[in-house]
């Protein structure tokens, strides 16, 4: 399983965002220090920012 890239619900996110500086995929959802703080400790496997992101459905609104 080396070399593999497991998907995670982040990678159809909205605010997983590629960053240049970085040179990798992060999560771009701007919280202050006690959201960060909760978000971090919490113990489960539910974002609470997450957000579905189809790229084809802002592409059928284009036509």
């Known amino acids: 399983m080396a070399g593999k890239k497991i998907r995670s619900k ?7 965002v590629y960053d240049e500086e970085l040179d990798e995929d992060i999560c771009d959802v701007d919280l202050d220090e006690d959201d960060y703080f909760r978000f971090i400790t919490a113990e489960t496997d ?3 920012y997450y957000r579905y992101y ?3 459905k802002s592409v059928q609104k284009q036509n």
Do not use: G, K, L, N
């Open 10 to 16: 982040c990678d159809d996110c909205v605010h997983f």
């Open 46 to 48: 539910f974002c609470p």
């Open 54 to 56: 189809d790229e084809y």
